[in-house]
């Protein structure tokens, strides 16, 4: 009998196990067998079906995601990962960093840390010794990663109901305004780094050669058809950035410590809004500081809470887009959390457009971790990720039992997976300690 027909006999003969390598999280089902995750191997695999060694998490919350990447950072430190979390909502993995000896970095209002999303990163460095043509391929990069993130800021704003609108003109109005700022536009050999509150005060009193630059008959004009964009950067100004993300950036990463991560806690009594804005700018600005490194730097970069950001709408859900696509190839793991498959298809946005994107989105994962999910996500897991019914069924039954049970699907392979956690391990990963208070007396 050929291989095609032997499933009909033995059906509950699955993929065979991975091979031995990287973290192991804990048993696989279907093959009895350990589970090991090294998502750079697998790429380097060609009996796995990934191409890339990125991560997605999903999950109800509470069922053990954010410990799912939490052990798998801990276990890949063995084999010479370190770990950026791009922004840490609760303050969860505090104690992580902490148990490592690194001192986790606050970000808040009233605290001295500043983080410039319009930072240069690496890619600024030693701009005077540059050739003019890779000083252009480097502004390229530069110009459109703050383009992106300004768009996403910006859109993510709302008139009404609707996001406010930023197309080409705008982008114009902004290109300019950042090449004038820096010194791009004269070609400098030293580039200044600009802030978002600059820019908003150069378009707020616009010189006469920005306003030429960008075809405005007169200043009258050019303050005319800017206002909208003039007053969100305003608003992001004196609101969600206001003395956390308006000046040069004072701290400086140490990338020989074993993880880094930003503390975000206190922005919670801000909203949801603000977080995600916040989240917006880190993820940007974690795209600059990687996108040069030295070689043998592996790492796992960690963007936990990921739905806040990607909620606040379409242009959101694009800049986290290219922020994963732009990332750098070789040696770092982008793992994203959010909690279902739709949080990308961004609040309220049923368009094509945005089902496009959310898709597109999806396969810059080749590896999805599905944790419990309730009933009503089975429909999005099969339309959107292709699972299939007996797999999703998985998802909202057995995985719902317990946390830390998940699929990991890796291209059209999925495995049934339990995480063991060690009892230390266990501790460091608790985040559950509100619950406790609230039962003791
Ligand atoms: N594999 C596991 N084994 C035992 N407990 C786990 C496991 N995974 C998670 N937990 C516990 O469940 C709780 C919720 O996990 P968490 O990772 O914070 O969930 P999520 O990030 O999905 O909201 C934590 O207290 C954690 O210690
Ligand atoms: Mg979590």
Redesign the pocket.
Known sequence: MTADQAPVLWPLITSPALPPRGAQM?LELFSRCSFFADPNGWVLDPDIPVSNPNVF?F?????????????FCLRMMGFGYRTLVLGDPKD?YEILCRTLGVEPIAVGQGLPTRINPLDFGPLGRHWDRLDATEARRRATVVFSRWLTLLRGLVGSQKVGDRPVPFGPSEETVLDAALQLLTGYTDGNTRLTETTVPLLWRLLDNPPERLVEECRFASVRQFLDDTRLLRDSLGKLVHGSLRGLFDDRTTIDLDWTAPIQSLSLSRLEALGDEAVGMALMCLNSWGRAMREVAEPGDLRVVVR??SWKQLRLGTEAVKSFDADLRLSRRDGDIQFA?AHKPSDLLSAGDTTSQAAAIAKDLLHLADTKIL?GQDQKVADELQSLLGLPPAATDLVTDWCRQ????ALWVLGDRIHKV????TPA?????????ALLGAREP
Do not use: W
């Open positions: 804990g998490c999950g109800k919350p509470g069922m053990g995601k954010s410990a799912t990447v939490k052990a969860e936990d809470e959390i944790h317990t946390p830390g049970r339990v995480t063991y956690l391990e266990r501790e460091l990963t608790f985040t559950n300690q």
